[in-house]
């Protein structure tokens, strides 16, 4: 079954550090997402990304946070500078659209120290 | 603007037993999706079961069903014949699919305990 990878599992940086979170969605979905959840908490929605833009994003999506494409299968989230509060796990996601479901990836665990 | 309500922070079944998780929703749209996922301790998502506004049967998926109310706006899960391997996290989760965007709104989940 296909599914959406993530790299690395577990990350652990130093504040003020820049981290590049790597995801490969499954080969035709069209529509691919970034949440987050600390731990204990609900999973948030970050950013959605379809035809090489972003089509929403949520508050917590400010500057110093980016998505890219890079190459037609990879799709990253950059944080710039973190924050010990970026402690979460990082979920990837893709779908092929809005009527049809999610696939996760297994999350990269962020730990910023 | 959308809302899912899991009023279970944890709830506890006897193997083999089944078991309802409670998830309450709320939204302007139309036209919508809502999600079960289930969360072990070792954090991936795993999707479950969906049911689209429209569908007039319940959902079914092997010993997972979606009890769908939708005058109630409930959107409950009912796990048949527990396991000791559904012991796991589990999020009710909802999109819409007119105008709401294509993001899911999560509940804050029921850990769900199956004992022997």
């Known amino acids: 079954e296909p599914e959406v990878t993530q790299t690395p599992s577990h990350q652990v940086t130093q504040m003020g550090q820049e981290v590049i979170l790597r995801c490969v969605p499954i080969?035709?979905?069209?529509?691919f997402y970034w949440y987050r959840q600390i731990l204990g908490q609900k999973v948030e929605f970050l950013v959605s990304f379809y035809n090489n833009e972003i089509s929403e994003k949520s508050e917590i999506f400010d500057d110093q946070f980016s998505v890219e494409r890079p190459d037609g299968s990879n799709f990253t989230l950059k944080i710039r500078s973190t924050k010990l509060e970026d402690s979460a796990m990082y979920f990837c996601?893709?779908?092929?659209?809005?009527?049809?479901?999610?696939?996760f990836g297994s999350g990269t665990r962020l730990t910023v120290v | 603007a959308q809302k899912i309500t899991q009023t279970q922070p944890g709830m506890f079944v006897q193997e083999k037993e089944a078991v309802t998780l409670d998830c309450t929703y709320d939204t302007s749209d139309q036209s919508y999706g809502l999600f079960w996922y289930k969360q072990p301790s070792s954090g991936e998502m795993i999707f479950l079961i969906y049911q689209g506004s429209y569908d007039e049967q319940n959902a079914t998926e092997g010993r997972y069903s979606l009890n769908f109310q939708k005058a109630r706006k409930s959107a409950n899960l009912v796990i048949s014949a527990s396991q000791l391997g559904d012991s796991a996290m589990y999020f009710c989760?909802?999109?819409?699919?007119?105008?709401?965007?294509?993001?899911?709104?999560f509940g804050t989940g029921t850990q769900l305990k199956v004992e022997l």
């Open positions: 989760a909802m999109r819409g699919l007119t105008g709401g965007g294509n993001k899911l709104t």
């Open positions: 996601a893709s779908s092929r659209g809005p009527a049809y479901g999610y696939t």
């Open positions: 080969s035709n979905h069209l529509y």
